[in-house]
């Protein structure tokens, strides 16, 4: 079973930017990748996904600040936070379900892997 683990996840000031990495145990080119976040008293939701031929997917509360990729050779998938606002506050978790080509609508249910959070406060 692939594992995955996230780090990068900081304390820091509205507009400012922080980069989160998920590393995985395994080759993760067969996969769909995605980010979630998880809000103080709120329900977790979909970030961002990559597919395996690599298109992206953003939710519509992060698209133009917010950048997901990732580098099979290491096995790490990345997202790139930018313009940082308060109501980015969140846990946010990486996630996997193995796909042959695209990924599937970014809700939890559709995916199975997932890594245990890394804490992101935004500060205004």
């Known amino acids: 079973q692939l594992q995955l683990v996230e780090s990068g996840g900081d304390s820091v000031q509205a507009g400012g930017s922080l980069r989160l990495s998920c590393a995985a145990s395994?080759?993760?080119?067969?996969?769909?990748m995605a980010w979630f976040r998880q809000g103080p008293g709120k329900e977790r939701e979909g970030v961002a996904t990559?597919?395996?031929?690599?298109?992206?997917y953003y939710a519509v509360s992060v698209r133009g600040r917010f950048t997901i990729s990732k580098e099979n050779g290491k096995n790490t998938l990345y997202l790139q936070m930018n313009m940082l606002k308060s109501e980015d506050t969140a846990m946010y978790y990486c996630a996997a379900t193995p796909r042959a080509w695209s990924c599937p609508p970014l809700v939890t249910s559709n995916f199975n892997i997932w890594g245990q959070g890394t804490q992101v406060t935004v500060s205004s």
């Open positions: 990559i597919a395996v031929g690599g298109p992206t």
């Open positions: 395994a080759y993760t080119g067969n996969y769909c």
